[in-house]
């Protein structure tokens, strides 16, 4: 398959068929003469096939000089390597509430963030969950882990190598104390921020959290709150999918603890929606397993091109066309062309 590195210049193409038309057209120096018949009989010579060869010649010249600027080039099929994948970063929730055991099944204890750890496993390394859901893996994609609490932490920064990234997302554990709180506001933009070293790529990011934004400081370093730190990824045009998994407040819950709980849960359906997003609820390792399987879905992209290691360049042969053609014409307008008679 022919393609060009510089196809800008294939733009000159049609002006070197103008400019061959122009010359063939064009009036040429004459002599007036009052009657032409004692010419008439003579043979025409090879003027006719001069001119018009010498034209098309050079315009062959031209064209071939236009293409070799244009960089014509054929890749190495035995060098190509997949098309690059996305940007993945989760923003993972570590709030003393995540220590919560209710996400196991019927009979036994499953605290919110080892379920959130065992699934983030299966979306990015791949592998079949205890329910026989299958993943995929995402081999191909930079990945990065962001925990918060009252303060994010970048924890690992966006990788390809995903037994490092899994490691230290093992390691995570419920923060409590002086950093008791959930900020979502600011570990939205310390996502935003890690995916904005990914390039030109496809970026998403995935919120994790079961509770609502509760850090409040007055004063220039005050935290963002979560719609203004959608605001930053809308405007880079990165979605944010929001998993609530927080669940019910149970049966001794009062009023204000339900009003907390159905605030949070707006803010988290606000934000997916302001960035094109996609909010979803997990009360269940189960539910939290599906979640993360239709994540891999929406953002599981076909392998459509290929880029190349190298590429076998064709531009000098042009370029060494265009001598030889030039060279020809003016050795033939010298010698034959110029001399020859029928």
């Not at 995935?206 to 400081?217: A, F, M, Q, T, Y």
């Not at 953002?299 to 290691?309: D, G, K």
Request: proline share 7%; hydrophobic share 45%; glycine share 10%.
């Amino acid at each position: 398959m022919l393609t060009f590195s510089r196809p800008e210049f294939l733009a000159f193409a049609p002006l070197v068929v103008v400019l061959v038309v122009w010359i063939l057209r064009r009036r040429r120096p004459a002599i007036r003469y009052s009657a032409v018949a004692l010419v008439l009989g003579l043979p025409t010579g090879r003027a006719r096939i001069a001119v018009t060869g010498g034209a098309v010649l050079r315009g062959l010249a031209l064209l071939c000089g236009v293409t070799a600027a244009a960089g014509p080039r054929t890749p190495d099929l035995k060098t190509r390597l997949p098309s690059e994948g996305i940007a993945i970063v989760l923003v993972l929730d570590v709030s003393g509430s995540m220590a919560t055991p209710d996400f196991g099944p019927t009979g036994s204890s499953v605290s919110r963030l080892d379920a959130a750890k065992q699934s983030f496993h299966l979306f990015v390394a791949g592998g079949d969950g205890p329910d026989g859901s299958h993943f995929d893996g995402r081999p191909r994609d930079q990945v990065a882990l962001v925990t918060f609490a009252a303060v994010p932490q970048t924890v690992c920064p966006l990788t390809l190598n995903h037994t490092v990234l899994l490691s230290v997302t093992d390691d995570q554990k419920p923060k409590d104390g002086i950093d008791a709180g959930t900020n979502l506001g600011d570990a939205l933009a310390e996502g935003v921020i890690r995916l904005e070293a990914a390039g030109p790529r496809r970026k998403v990011l995935i919120l994790l959290s079961d509770g609502e934004h509760n850090v409040h400081r007055d004063g220039p370093d005050s935290p963002l709150k979560p719609r203004q730190a959608a605001q930053l990824a809308k405007n880079l045009g990165i979605p944010i999918y929001a998993i609530d998994c927080g669940g019910s407040p149970g049966p001794a819950a009062g009023p204000e603890e339900f009003q907390q709980r159905a605030d949070g849960q707006k803010v988290l359906q606000a934000v997916a929606d302001m960035t094109e997003g996609k909010s979803f609820q997990a009360t269940n390792a189960e539910d939290l397993r599906a979640v993360y399987q239709e994540i891999d879905t929406l953002e599981r992209r076909p392998v459509e091109s290929f880029r190349y290691r190298r590429y076998h360049e064709y531009a000098p042969w042009f370029a060494l066309a265009t001598l030889a053609l030039l060279t020809l014409v003016t050795v033939l307008e010298l010698t034959w062309w110029r001399r020859g008679v029928a």
